[in-house]
């Protein structure tokens, strides 16, 4: 069963800063003009649905990225269930991801007849940890799907070297899946952009993210066209000649992402900058680990992580939350606890399996809101308020 995984204050009547930023990004008068004339556009009865905005953000993304094809969707989640629905996967096949992460990923796996092994974080990035991944294949294994967990962009290769090292007796080496769901417009550390390494890379333009299209919407990124085929004929109903079903994002949605394309990278930059401030600011606070200090787009900080002591894991850390809430009025998230601790069905699909390093990791780690639009007062404000707050709490547990 599941274990009680609250992943936010009890308190937050009296938060001035939010547990985490409803929208990532925000939007200009670009926007509100590209919109505006796709309203235009879509006023006669013979024009409609019907435009090229669609299209031209698909071919726009693939060039930024460098991949052959960009096939859009209606959500980040369907483009990875249509994803593994290309892979056919039959039963006993299994596929490897990061027991820390959000459940978005793990469903698809299972409803898509998969079986969902799940492997052990990195200790420092709390991404998926390619030895452990490694220890992991076996002959039974389809997939890899490789979350940038966070925003701090994971290096692809070891998965893809470690999928050919043990490839499957019949499929050959494990299709590497990229979640790139909170690493849009970031670089990975051979210097290729996010999306062109690995069989397939997800993006997610749900509202929070690093960029929206109207609240929801995503993409995949792929050099297999055959992949890219298939998942055009999966959202739309099948072409004439399989099963199919409508995921197909709209134009209004293309024209505004084509605008935050523009734009990625400006707002990228400005939530690096501000992320790097705050390091400054909690430099040398005592019971606190801060996130690695990486250049050149390869760390986003969709979530600015905190990691307490090992000894105040749960407790503490918790203490914490409540702490910046009720005190501070600083909101935090716990992003993310691993999957099987407070989701019944992916426990229920993955019995026998732990995870201790996730475990105790996840029981250590705090998000304090973070978002480019909070001002320099207000940011001094809130490290002062995680300084005083994880004072408190240390006093509290006599360390």
Same mark, same amino acid.
């Given at each position: 069963?599941?274990?009680?995984?609250?992943?936010?204050?009890?308190?937050?009547?009296?938060?001035?800063?939010?547990?985490?930023?409803?929208?990532?990004?925000?939007?200009?008068?670009?926007?509100?003009?590209?919109?505006?004339?796709?309203?235009?556009?879509?006023?006669?009865?013979?024009?409609?649905?019907?435009?090229?905005?669609?299209?031209?953000?698909? +071919?726009?993304?693939?060039?930024?990225?460098?991949?052959?094809?960009?096939?859009?969707?209606?959500?980040?989640?369907?483009?990875?269930?249509?994803?593994?629905?290309?892979?056919?996967?039959?039963?006993?096949?299994?596929?490897?991801?990061?027991?820390?992460?959000?459940?978005?990923?793990?469903?698809?796996?299972?409803?898509?007849?998969?079986?969902?092994?799940?492997?052990?974080?990195?200790?420092?990035?709390?991404?998926?940890?390619?030895?452990?991944?490694?220890?992991?294949?076996?002959?039974?294994?389809?997939?890899?799907?490789?979350?940038?967990?966070?925003?701090?962009?994971?290096?692809?290769?070891?998965?893809?070297?470690?999928?050919?090292?043990?490839?499957?007796?019949?499929?050959?080496?494990?299709?590497?899946?990229?979640?790139?769901?909170?690493?849009?417009?970031?670089?990975?550390?051979?210097?290729?952009?996010?999306?062109?390494?690995?069989?397939?890379?997800?993006?997610?333009?749900?509202?929070?993210?690093?960029?929206?299209?109207?609240?929801?919407?995503?993409?995949?990124?792929?050099?297999?066209?055959?992949?890219?085929?298939?998942?055009?004929?999966?959202?739309?109903?099948?072409?004439?000649?399989?099963? +199919?079903?409508?995921?197909?994002?709209?134009?209004?949605?293309?024209?505004? +992402?084509?605008?935050?394309?523009?734009?990625?990278?400006?707002?990228?930059?400005?939530?690096?900058?501000?992320?790097?401030?705050?390091?400054?600011?909690?430099?040398?606070?005592?019971?606190?680990?801060?996130?690695?200090?990486?250049?050149?787009?390869?760390?986003?900080?969709?979530?600015?992580?905190?990691?307490?002591?090992?000894?105040?894991?749960?407790?503490?850390?918790?203490?914490?939350?409540?702490?910046?809430?009720?005190?501070?009025?600083?909101?935090?998230?716990?992003?993310?606890?691993?999957?099987?601790?407070?989701?019944?069905?992916?426990?229920?699909?993955?019995?026998?399996?732990?995870?201790?390093?996730?475990?105790?990791?996840?029981?250590?780690?705090?998000?304090?809101?973070?978002?480019?639009?909070?001002?320099?007062?207000?940011?001094?404000?809130?490290?002062?308020?995680?300084?005083?707050?994880?004072?408190?709490?240390?006093?509290?547990?006599?360390?």
């Amino acid at each position: 069963m599941p274990t009680d995984a609250r992943t936010a204050p009890r308190t937050t009547t009296n938060l001035r800063w939010p547990i985490e930023p409803r929208q990532g990004g925000w939007y200009t008068d670009a926007e509100n003009t590209a919109l505006q004339e796709v309203m235009a556009d879509s006023a006669s009865w013979r024009t409609g649905w019907k435009g090229p905005q669609v299209a031209d953000f698909e +071919g726009t993304f693939a060039a930024r990225v460098g991949t052959a094809a960009a096939v859009s969707f209606n959500s980040g989640g369907a483009a990875l269930e249509m994803v593994l629905r290309a892979l056919d996967l039959r039963p006993g096949d299994e596929v490897i991801s990061c027991a820390v992460n959000f459940v978005g990923v793990h469903l698809p796996i299972t409803n898509q007849g998969g079986t969902l092994v799940l492997a052990e974080p990195d200790p420092v990035s709390l991404s998926l940890d390619p030895v452990d991944t490694e220890q992991r294949i076996t002959a039974r294994t389809r997939a890899i799907v490789l979350t940038h967990w966070n925003g701090q962009v994971a290096d692809v290769r070891p998965f893809l070297d470690a999928a050919a090292r043990h490839p499957h007796p019949v499929h050959g080496p494990a299709a590497v899946i990229v979640d790139a769901a909170r690493a849009c417009g970031g670089t990975a550390p051979s210097g290729a952009p996010v999306g062109r390494e690995g069989w397939a890379t997800i993006f997610s333009f749900e509202s929070k993210k690093l960029m929206t299209t109207l609240g929801q919407g995503g993409m995949v990124t792929t050099d297999d066209q055959g992949l890219a085929n298939r998942l055009h004929r999966l959202r739309t109903y099948g072409g004439r000649d399989q099963w +199919g079903t409508n995921q197909m994002l709209t134009k209004a949605q293309a024209a505004v +992402g084509l605008v935050q394309l523009r734009r990625l990278d400006e707002m990228n930059d400005a939530r690096i900058a501000r992320a790097h401030q705050r390091t400054r600011l909690l430099a040398g606070t005592p019971n606190l680990v801060l996130p690695p200090t990486i250049h050149g787009r390869q760390h986003l900080y969709y979530r600015y992580n905190l990691l307490v002591p090992e000894h105040w894991a749960g407790h503490g850390r918790d203490l914490l939350m409540e702490t910046l809430a009720a005190e501070h009025g600083v909101g935090s998230l716990i992003n993310d606890p691993v999957t099987y601790d407070g989701h019944q069905y992916i426990s229920d699909h993955t019995v026998g399996q732990r995870c201790p390093r996730a475990e105790q990791l996840t029981a250590r780690l705090l998000c304090p809101v973070l978002h480019p639009l909070i001002s320099e007062d207000e940011e001094t404000e809130i490290c002062q308020a995680i300084r005083d707050a994880t004072d408190h709490v240390a006093n509290v547990l006599g360390a």
